[in-house]
């Protein structure tokens, strides 16, 4: 984990040299990792705040707009996910998922001193068919509206993105406020 450190430049440089989406200064709460094989940069992966409204999201978990409300941040975006261009390691990115998931509660407790229980992410179905997210036992929920997170007139189109998630926690619904669920 990079945040806060000197190597969180790094992050931000690869990031902002190397994905699609570049980098950009987020707001409020988020983490940054930086893989290496040796002392070589081999990939990045960003966290932070999580989709404020999302149907599919809502519709999975099963929570009401009152418990939305309440747990939404129980519930972290992995944002940014990048193996650098000149790496090129069979099955390295679900191993890169793998790890740093094993990691997160923890890290995230140990930053902001509060639980998380479900990781969300958005994959472009025009770039990417989120391969190395299903081989690492992420949960396809379905898909965006094609709409940004502030695009509240739904005056821009984006390219629609298969919703991802991956519970922290076996309960992650119980956690989250809905009742009667088994884990």
Known sequence: ??????????????????????????????????????????ACVGFGASALKLRCREEYIGWSEEKRIENLQKVVNNNRFLILPHVRVKYLASHILGTVLRRLREDWHSCYVREIVLVETFVDRERFIGTCYRA????????????????????????????????????????????????
């Open 136 to 183: 690492s036992n992420w949960r396809l929920i379905g898909t965006t509206a094609g709409r940004g997170r502030n695009d509240r007139a739904k005056a821009y189109a984006l390219s629609v993105k298969d919703v991802y998630v991956y519970p922290l926690v076996k309960d992650f619904r119980a956690r989250l406020g809905v009742k009667g669920v088994k884990p």
């Open 1 to 42: 984990m990079v945040r806060g450190t000197g190597r969180e430049k790094r992050y931000n440089g690869l990031i902002g040299a190397y994905h699609y989406l570049g980098y950009n200064q987020q707001a409020g709460e988020q983490l940054k990792y930086v893989v290496y094989a040796g002392s070589s940069d081999v």
